[in-house]
């Protein structure tokens, strides 16, 4: 992102949702999948982060509320068949940042970082 002028992202918040129906679908399917009398395997499980996509917005409720669509239902729809999962905010927020530097102020802000650029 260097290249777009951004050196840094701030981030003011994080929001976890819990919802206890996907938590225990989750579970059911870690404990299918995974030897749970290893008290150690939590250890190795990672929190993952999912970036709004700024093209349908609105999937996130949908997301909140079922969990994932199948890789199917998101190639009905033009989507990439898997979700974005990332283990890092920057990496969850690069389609909006993408997004916001194809507006009229994000062209203005890549300009002047390319000036800044000429300059130095």
Do not use: C
Not at 30 to 59: A, H, M, R, W
């Amino acid at each position: 992102m260097n290249s777009l002028g951004v050196t840094g992202i701030n981030v003011t918040s994080v929001t976890r949702i819990h919802n206890r129906f996907l938590r225990n679908r989750f579970e059911d399917k870690l404990e299918q999948n995974t030897d749970v009398s290893d008290q150690n395997y939590k250890g190795s499980l990672e929190y993952l982060f999912y970036g709004i996509d700024p093209v349908q917005p609105s999937e996130i409720f949908k997301i909140i509320n079922d969990g994932f669509w199948s890789p199917e239902e998101y190639s009905s729809i033009g989507m990439s068949t898997y979700p974005g999962l990332v283990n890092s905010v920057s990496s969850a927020e690069y389609a909006w940042i993408n997004d916001y530097f194809k507006t009229s102020n994000g062209s203005a802000l890549i300009r002047q970082a390319m000036k800044q650029k000429e300059r130095s």
